[in-house]
Structures are given as C-alpha cells and as structure tokens.
C-alpha cells in the first residue's frame, strides 16, 4: 500500500474520532439541559401542590366554623359537632 493511501485513511479515522467526541459533548449537554429543566418544572409542580394544599387547610376550618371533627384532637367537643349536625337538618 502506498504512503498516500495509509495517511488519508489514518486521517479519515482522527476526524472520525475526533467528530465522535465533539458530537458526544453536543448531545450530553443538551441531555443535562433538559435534565435540568425537567428538575426545574418537578420543582415548581410540587411547590405548587403544596401551596394548594397549605390553601385548601386553610379554608377548611372557615368551612366547618371552626368546629373539630377530628376526635383524637384534644379541643373536639362532641356536643358542638351534634349541635351543628341538627341545625343543617
């Protein structure tokens, strides 16, 4: 084989790797972009639930005028909650 030959194929084979490398940082940075935004968007999802949910037990007590349904709480009071289960009959 000629000397020519052995140095365009030497050649072809560099910038082969060489592209390889270039497009293999090309395609990880634009992976860790949207890595990053989808990061971002879970994020802002999940602090958006939480104020919903911060929102919606807010308002629940303002529903009920306060009274305590739950019967593990030390403020329930039974005949507050049987006095407001006959007055909505």
């Known amino acids: 084989m000629s000397a020519t030959l052995n140095v365009a194929r030497y050649s072809a084979l560099l910038s082969g790797v060489f592209y390889g490398i270039y497009h293999r940082r090309s395609l990880q ?5 949207e890595k990053e935004h989808h990061a971002i968007h879970q994020r802002e999802q999940l602090i958006s639930q939480a104020r919903d ?5 807010q308002e629940s007590p303002k ?3 306060g009274i305590i349904t739950n ?3 030390p403020r329930f009071d039974l005949e507050k909650l ?3 289960w ?3 009959l």
Do not use: C, I, L
């Open 29 to 33: 940075k634009a992976h860790d972009q």
């Open 53 to 57: 949910a911060w929102r919606h037990k």
């Open 63 to 65: 529903e009920s005028d």
């Open 71 to 73: 019967p593990e709480d």
């Open 82 to 84: 049987v006095a407001k």
């Open 86 to 88: 006959e007055k909505g």
